[in-house]
């Protein structure tokens, strides 16, 4: 640490070390604590653009030769930045950014590089196809330029390892970083630092109001965006700013543009001795886990009582706010071929892919709230359109709107439970795993479970409210609903308002 704090201030970089201090935190690395008590809008730290490490500020792509350099797609994603990265490193003390490279973690606790016996805990959840590891290893094949590294440098800091190593740097530690236009035109640079937006982490205008963050990137070598790619951006590795951990809506900094630096800023006031936390987006678990190796667990108030038959429910009410639940589209159309509503084939595929041109997902989310989500009900209802009813929707040219009949209801229940069946053990089964052998499980043991329980608390509660639904509407239907209009089983009640109520009385 004090290697690169050193080699960061000779470079031009400030600390304001009256009020920051770096240290180590157990279980969370190297992390940054308050030494005071410091206002909100504090600049912490400045670090120059010239410190920052992108394909716009290594040497390799004018080296290898611009043209060459975008010829075989260098700019896009994040192979170029690896290679840079690579390139540096075996540069040695003559790379500008050698005591920040030798800083940076060689191990990762990301289900990147666990076993095939670990991986298989995480049957169910979306982390494993998301890893993106055979992605990277084409790229590392495709792009290879072993040509550009000394001969002898080769077996040390040009492998297929090295590269992965290099992938998971950018992964948990990279920002999208705003090209500063003014300064890559006076250095005759254009567009060389071009790169896929995939970093969780960005950089806000000063004072701007909180923006959204940028859309992350589904796959390790952030390969994905193809053409929507965001020519402005430049994913940069930026000393210092990637020293500060995240935990679920604790953020109190922020790294902010300014003129020729960018600066860490308090966003709230930090009392001291509290840590400095930046954000990683609030993710969920899953996505924590497979960007950054670990996971977030707080305690979760809507599951103090989440199961009768969970031993201890302080601690297995521990989670990360911020979870979801993915349901691939597949799965819709698989129960709907089970219960033989399905269309033909290629009936099917038009309709889906109309929903895709109508800015539909092919992956629908459940979140924490245990609401059905409006657009997976829309796109059942899409489903089980009749041919003459699919027509009118085309006309129409909007989704159908997602109201929840019986059929529907009936549908998703049985997605929710197709679902929840994807993973290979049980809620409680996992609960009591988490009750009984809590101190002799492995760290990816405990994450995996922790990624599982987190996705199948919030299944196993929207599925019991939908069930909860389709009894109550039976029986306000069998009762008349005192209203003289009989509903269908699993129809929602009207939600009437009270004058509404009064006016029919
Ligand atoms: C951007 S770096 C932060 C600095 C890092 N701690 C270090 O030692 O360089 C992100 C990494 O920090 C660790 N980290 C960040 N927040 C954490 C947290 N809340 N709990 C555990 N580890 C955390 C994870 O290993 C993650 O991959």
Redesign the pocket.
């Known amino acids: 640490m004090d290697a690169v704090l050193t080699w960061f201030t000779t470079n031009g970089g400030t600390i304001d070390s009256a009020s920051v201090g770096f240290t180590e935190f157990d279980?969370?690395?190297?992390?940054a604590a308050a030494l005071c008590d410091i206002p909100e809008g504090h600049v912490l730290f400045k670090i120059p653009r010239s410190l920052l490490l992108s394909t716009a500020t290594s040497a390799l792509p004018r080296r290898v030769g611009l043209e060459q350099w975008r010829a075989r797609k260098m700019h896009r994603g994040w192979a170029g930045l690896i290679l840079c990265m690579m390139w540096e490193t075996a540069n040695g003390a003559a790379s500008r950014w050698a005591p920040y490279l030798e800083s940076l973690?060689s191990t990762f606790?990301t289900p990147m590089f666990w076993s095939e016996e670990d991986l298989e805990e995480l049957r169910g959840t979306s982390v494993v196809e998301k890893l993106g590891k055979a992605d990277a290893e084409k790229d590392f094949s495709e792009k290879s330029r072993p040509d550009i590294f000394p001969p002898a440098t080769i077996p040390s800091f040009y492998t297929l390892e090295v590269y992965h190593i290099m992938g998971s740097r950018i992964l948990?530690?990279s920002f999208d970083v705003e090209k500063d236009e003014s300064e890559s035109e006076s250095e005759g640079e254009g567009d060389v630092g071009n790169t896929s937006s995939g970093s969780t982490m960005d950089v806000d205008e000063p004072h701007a109001p909180e923006q959204e963050d940028g859309e992350d990137s589904n796959s390790e070598n952030g390969e994905d965006e193809g053409e929507d790619e965001d020519d402005s951006i430049v994913v940069s590795m930026v000393p210092l700013a990637?020293?500060?951990?995240?935990?679920y809506e604790c953020e109190n900094a922020k790294l902010f543009y300014e003129k020729d630096a960018l600066g860490m800023m308090s966003t709230k006031p930090i009392k001291a001795g509290e840590q400095i936390w930046n954000t990683y987006g609030d993710l969920p678990n899953a996505e924590l886990l497979r960007r950054?190796?670990?996971v977030?667990l707080l305690p979760l108030t809507q599951y103090a009582d989440a199961s009768t038959s969970d031993p201890n429910p302080n601690q297995s009410a521990l989670g990360n706010p911020g979870d979801v639940v993915e349901i691939r589209a597949d799965l819709i159309l698989s129960v709907l071929n089970l219960l033989s509503q399905s269309q033909s084939e290629a009936k099917i595929k038009e309709r889906i892919d109309w929903w895709l041109e109508q800015g539909g997902d092919d992956v629908l989310i459940l979140e924490s709230d245990h609401q059905i989500p409006p657009a997976l009900i829309s796109l059942i209802r899409l489903l089980q359109l009749d041919e003459t009813d699919w027509g009118k929707t085309v006309e129409k040219d909007k989704p159908p709107k997602p109201k929840l009949d019986a059929e529907s209801m009936g549908v998703v229940i049985r997605v929710l439970e197709r679902r929840l069946g994807e993973y290979p053990t049980t809620i409680d089964a996992d609960l009591a795993l988490l009750q009984t052998a809590n101190t002799e499980l492995s760290p990816n043991k405990k994450h995996a479970l922790a990624v599982r329980i987190g996705e199948k608390r919030i299944l196993q509660r929207t599925l019991e409210d939908a069930r909860a639904r389709v009894v109550a509407a039976a029986v306000a239907a069998s009762s008349g609903n005192g209203n003289g209009k009989k509903r269908k089983a699993g129809e929602e009640p009207e939600r009437n308002t009270g004058t509404k109520t009064q006016r029919k009385r």
């Not at 990637?242 to 935990?247: E, H, K, P, S, V």
């Open positions: 279980g969370a690395g190297r992390g973690p606790d948990s530690r990637d020293m500060l951990n995240a935990r950054y190796g670990h977030d």
